[in-house]
């Protein structure tokens, strides 16, 4: 079966343009959890949805960045007015149901921030 | 405050070794690790994973070792192969977080 699919792969854009990613999860998978991954870091852990509801949106890093899921199924993680340090891949992930361990990943989308 | 942490960011090892790759963690309230292996311009691919009430796991020529006093555990490959070459990262779940805490990798390069 299909894996997790994200879009675009790659998106450059100026500082202060709004950028849109998309995350489609595998078939059936109840949870999806966004990343994000700068350089020379590990992966850091921003919002995850049980269905179509994110319980906590604490770990975006500013209210500039949003997140929605509809009909169970693909994710956007939208971040307005983008800024230089912006600049990351961003991961998406899906797993069978929150309380399942084994979470896996799409491709990532680069984002440069110029 | 990097809850885990993986202190080599790299290992070169020589085909047909063991390869150890370690990671250190600080939350005791973590319930179970994972190990993923990425290779470049793809994400994570879950390799093996131990809940905190183990000591021990094994699949093929990988095993993770748990030593929950020392709040440490490791990656043996055995014996490693040129195809393992790519960055292992450690996560952790649980510890009061929603989604899986993550070292910062290690890069393993199998020598021929």
């Known amino acids: 079966g299909a894996g997790v699919s994200q879009s675009p792969s790659n998106k450059v854009t100026e500082k202060g343009k709004d950028v849109e990613l998309r995350c489609d999860p595998i078939?059936?998978?109840?949870?999806l959890y966004w990343y994000r991954q700068s350089l020379g870091q590990g992966l850091e852990f921003l919002i995850y949805f049980q269905g179509n509801s994110a319980p906590d949106k604490s770990g975006l890093p500013s209210d500039r960045f949003s997140a929605e899921r509809t009909g169970g199924s693909v994710s956007t993680l939208t971040i307005q007015r983008t800024q230089q340090e912006d600049s990351a891949v961003y991961l998406c992930?899906?797993?069978?149901?929150?309380?399942?361990?084994?979470?896996?990943f799409g491709p990532g989308t680069r984002l440069t921030v110029t | 405050d990097q809850q885990v942490k993986q202190n080599s960011p790299s290992l070169s090892v020589q085909e047909g070794r063991i390869s150890i790759l370690n990671c250190d963690y600080t939350n005791s309230m973590f319930d179970y690790f994972l190990w993923y292996k990425k290779y470049p311009a793809e994400g994570p691919t879950f390799l093996i994973s131990i809940s905190s009430i183990k000591d021990k796991n094994e699949d093929g020529r990988f095993t993770v070792f748990l030593n929950k006093s020392a709040k440490h555990l490791s990656l043996h490959i055995v014996p490693s192969q040129p195809g393992d070459s790519a960055v292992y990262f450690c996560a952790a779940r649980g510890g009061g977080a929603d989604g899986l805490t993550f070292g910062k990798g290690t890069h393993l390069i199998i020598q021929p």
């Open positions: 992930a899906s797993s069978l149901a929150v309380r399942t361990y084994e979470q896996y």
């Open positions: 078939s059936g998978h109840t949870a």
